[in-house]
């Protein structure tokens, strides 16, 4: 599933193709599944001749802020991602969005799974499902105090504990145990139970891995090879690029790999 680092990249790319571009061309598939409250039709009358002014993110949600509401806002499910391209080429396979704006630039939203929707929200930040989500690590990450005392507050593991995005918008799996394993901390550790030393480094590791998976565009394979990101996929393998002991066991529902001699 997309998490922050690659939805980040989307909007990115999203700004750099498209803001400050009327919208001269808009094609939204018959989708009802993908387009769960306004109709397809609906999304994409609200974009024709519109301009893209800016764009917006927090967490895995990402939006377009056009001149004028609503604005089109985007989550990617499973496995939904955008495509930036030019009008003389075909849409991506499973196109749910594709917009063209006055540079014949294009710009489409691809689901393979139709896991993710395409909604309109007047106010994206302030409407749900957006305006529920907890701090964005990488941009309102909270201050050391600030974090432990959110944490006082949730008594489950801290693995469970940092993926429920209404705690840290856009922290999914593999950067919850990446974060995990770089601090050193117990992914079965209680959230209550961190001490001012665990929470520090909680905190660093947070925000340095996150801004280090944007600085390389979400590309994996720029991801320094000691990253535990390299060893969590392939069940094959039983140990990190240190050596370390790698297991792999559920914990809140989720598949959770960790070095329980190192994270305590």
């Not at 094609?27 to 109709?39: I, L």
């Not at 004028?68 to 009008?87: K, Q």
Request: positive net charge; glycine residues 6%; hydrophobic residues 40%.
């Amino acid at each position: 599933m997309p998490e922050l680092p690659e939805v980040e990249t989307a909007r990115r790319l999203a700004e750099g193709a498209l803001v400050g571009k009327r919208i001269v061309e808009a094609e939204a598939s018959n989708d009802r599944v993908v387009y769960d409250r306004a109709p397809p039709a609906v999304v994409q009358a609200a974009l024709m001749g519109r301009t893209v002014a800016a764009t917006g993110r927090k967490g895995k949600y990402f939006w377009l802020v056009l001149d004028r509401p609503p604005h089109p806002v985007f989550h990617f499910g499973m496995n939904g991602h955008l495509v930036i391209y030019r009008d003389r080429e075909p849409p991506p396979r499973y196109c749910k969005l594709a917009i063209m704006v006055a540079d014949h630039t294009a710009a489409a939203i691809a689901d393979m799974r139709r896991l993710g929707r395409i909604r309109l929200a007047e106010d994206p930040e302030r409407e749900p499902p957006i305006s529920s989500l907890g701090f964005d690590p990488l941009i309102s990450l909270p201050s050391t105090s600030a974090l432990r005392r959110l944490l006082e507050t949730r008594r489950g593991p801290l693995k469970t504990v940092l993926l429920d995005q209404s705690f840290s918008a856009g922290v999914g799996n593999w950067l919850a145990d990446e974060v995990l394993y770089q601090a050193h901390i117990s992914p079965l550790r209680r959230a209550n139970q961190l001490s001012e030393g665990d929470v520090r480094r909680l905190r660093a590791t947070l925000k340095s891995v996150v801004q280090r998976a944007v600085a390389v565009d979400a590309d994996s394979d720029r991801f320094p090879r000691t990253w535990l990101f390299h060893a969590r996929w392939d069940h094959r393998i039983g140990s990190t690029a240190r050596g370390e002991r790698l297991v792999r066991q559920k914990i809140g529902g989720r598949t959770t790999a960790w070095t329980p001699e190192t994270q305590r």
